[in-house]
């Protein structure tokens, strides 16, 4: 199995590296996975070529190739006005749109205060979720105060297991199947300014009702 550790720390050493180094041990301590870590930063030239030529470099390239096979996945983004670093966001914006569909993702971030630390849920699980990952329960954030705090630790090893659990190919083949197969905005019926949509149609998949039709019905009864 594949585990791919995405780190989109900027400095070296970095609290996001150490962070990612963490999650991926806690992992690896539950399953037999050959790990791989993508440090973005190495790739930022790459990713803002690929935004502008539409074509990825070799080594991003292999990056993304990596992310798309991995039978599960670390991603972890330092805090950057109160959300996911651009350089996070970027390396995500040109995946392909159906590389992480049912693929089991820890996600984590580092800052350096705890007022942050709803950032995994406010940001990074939306993201992974329109990506139709299979968004881990929980999510790691490390303020600066956190470091060699127990707490921290336990929130790893219990993001670790949970990783281990879902890439057993048994559970992996299950979120996949599981996985809706067309984007969440798509599916979603276009609304009508003037109408309301209340039950479907089998011509379009759905009808569109005026609302004063409606109200002169709800007042009929």
Not at 178 to 206: E, M, Q
Request: no cysteine; net charge negative; aromatic share 6%.
């Amino acid at each position: 199995m594949k585990l791919v550790v995405v780190s989109a720390g900027l400095s070296s050493p970095s609290s996001t590296r150490l962070l990612a180094d963490r999650l991926t041990a806690a992992t690896l301590g539950q399953v037999d996975a050959e790990p791989e870590v993508i440090e973005l930063r190495e790739l930022a030239t790459e990713i803002a070529q690929h935004f502008v030529t539409g074509f990825p470099p070799a080594r991003l390239a292999a990056a993304l190739d990596a992310v798309a096979a991995a039978d599960g996945l670390i991603a972890v983004t330092p805090v950057f006005a109160a959300s996911y670093s651009g350089l996070f966001k970027s390396f995500f914006d040109v995946i392909d749109k159906d590389a992480l569909t049912g693929k089991p993702v820890i996600l984590g971030a580092t800052g350096g205060t705890a007022r942050h630390s709803l950032v995994t849920e406010h940001a990074l699980r939306p993201l992974f979720t329109h990506l139709r990952a299979l968004v881990l329960p929980t999510a790691v954030y490390a303020a600066s105060e956190d470091w060699g705090e127990e707490g921290l630790a336990q929130r790893i090893a219990r993001a670790g297991a949970e990783l281990a659990r879902f890439m057993a190919p048994a559970a992996r083949d299950a979120a996949r199947a599981a996985a809706p197969d067309v984007d969440t905005a798509a599916a979603i019926a276009p609304r009508s300014l003037t109408g309301a949509i209340t039950s479907a149609d089998p011509a379009n998949g759905f009808a569109v009702v005026p609302f004063e039709q409606r109200l002169a019905a709800l007042r009929a009864r």
